[in-house]
């Protein structure tokens, strides 16, 4: 699908693809699905000033905990499932990134248990990995204390462009940071 956003802070760049897959697990509609990851990526990118070459694509695979942990298992050595997983495309000329971005797994079981844990809306959760995921396609981390300050710092101002509350606020480790 070629994504515009609804809202012009929220803009894609010109003719980004975003090639969304449902494999598994309980999902929202396809059509809701594009929406949302359509507004989270175009905030993300105008408001994290993330650069890519026009014609630039990212994937997003909309998977369940079975087939996120046999993917968990295999490129981090964690045999359990997780949140999203990212895996980065082509690598940047400097600072900017493309034409392949990368792929963003997610996993249902685990994205509904833990909006439900943090008692937060699952919409709400779920936009916050895909920027999470993201960010994480261009080069943020939360490895070491410092880049993950940043990285946090980012996806809160993210969120908060986007009426989501700030996720960091006095919770429990997600699967992610696991």
């Known amino acids: ?13 010109e003719d980004l693809q975003i090639d969304l ?7 929202p509609k396809e059509t809701v699905l ?19 070459v026009p014609g630039s694509e990212v994937s997003l695979l909309f998977t369940d905990d079975a087939s996120i942990r046999e993917l968990n298992r ?3 050595e964690k045999d359990k499932p997780t949140n999203v997983l990212s895996f980065p495309g082509s690598e940047p000329e400097g600072e900017i990134y493309g034409p392949m971005l990368g792929d963003i797994v997610l996993a249902s079981e685990t994205v509904h ?3 439900d844990e943090l008692a937060i809306e699952f919409a709400d959760h779920l936009t916050h990995l895909i920027v ?6 261009f080069d943020y981390d939360h490895q070491e ?13 993210i969120l908060a462009k986007l009426d989501i509350a700030d996720p960091y606020q006095d ?7 696991n």
């Open 21 to 27: 897959s449902i494999e598994a697990g309980d999902w």
């Open 74 to 76: 295999r490129w981090r």
């Open 1 to 13: 699908m070629t994504a515009q956003a609804a809202d012009p802070r929220q803009a894609l760049p």
């Open 145 to 157: 204390e410092d880049e993950a300050e940043a990285m946090e710092q980012l996806e809160r101002t």
């Open 132 to 137: 999470h995921g993201i960010l994480h396609l």
């Open 34 to 52: 594009e929406e949302l990851c359509t507004r989270a990526i175009g905030c993300a990118f105008s408001t994290g000033k993330l650069l890519a």
């Open 171 to 177: 919770r429990p480790l997600l699967a992610d940071e």
């Open 113 to 115: 248990r833990e909006a």
